[in-house]
């Protein structure tokens, strides 16, 4: 995030904690006087993401309509994209950054606002959070594939106008259960009647 301004990629496989991952790079980029607008695509999520970045002792505000707060007071901003757009004039330079939650669907309204941040704060850096970088009919929502120590430009047969320029981190399920985070999956065959 120090080196570029090109919209960055994470990949965490489910119940990595995607939440609990964008509280600390939130509160490193309010720590250099900027705010974080962290978009996610329901009222629902929301709603639970700010609930746990409250849980970490930060303070947050909500802009989404549906869930009944408008508010850009505090440095992480948790929102949903329709509230964010429609209101867009309210975010300015104020904002360093946005994380994008459920990256793989960056909607035409996520990237008109993050276009319109950007036109305020032309440093503004993008973060991108999925558990599935990949989309049917397009391919990878990335370029280059710079995770693992790797440096691999994706050729048009696997990506087609990747909005995000790096996949900067990969974490996996195998690996979550081989550092003991999650469990592996059981099925008992005599539940099944």
């Not at 309010?30 to 629902?44: C, D, F």
């Not at 035409?108 to 305020?120: E, G, M, N, Q």
């Not at 999925?130 to 990335?142: D, E, V």
């Amino acid at each position: 995030m120090k080196k570029s301004t090109e919209p960055a990629l994470l990949e965490l496989a489910t119940a990595s904690g995607k939440s609990h991952i964008a509280a600390p790079i939130a509160q490193w980029i309010a720590e250099r006087g900027k705010k974080v607008l962290i978009l996610q695509q329901s009222k629902e999520l929301t709603e639970q993401n700010a609930a746990k970045y409250r849980a970490s002792g930060q303070k947050c505000s909500v802009f989404s309509a549906s869930a009944g707060s408008k508010c850009t007071r505090h440095d992480a901003v948790y929102a949903t994209p329709k509230s964010v757009a429609n209101s867009v004039s309210r975010f300015g330079d104020a904002f360093g950054a946005v994380i994008v939650d459920e990256a793989h669907m960056t909607t035409p309204t996520v990237r008109d606002i993050i276009t319109h941040l950007r036109s305020k704060n032309p440093l503004l850096r993008v973060i991108g959070m999925t558990a599935t970088p990949y989309r049917m009919g397009s391919g990878y929502i990335y370029q280059c594939d710079m995770a693992d120590g790797k440096n691999i430009i994706l050729d048009d047969e696997k990506t087609t106008d990747p909005y995000y320029h790096a996949l900067l981190y990969r974490i996996t399920t195998r690996e979550l259960i081989d550092m003991g985070f999650l469990t592996n999956a059981h099925a008992d065959p005599s539940a099944v009647a």
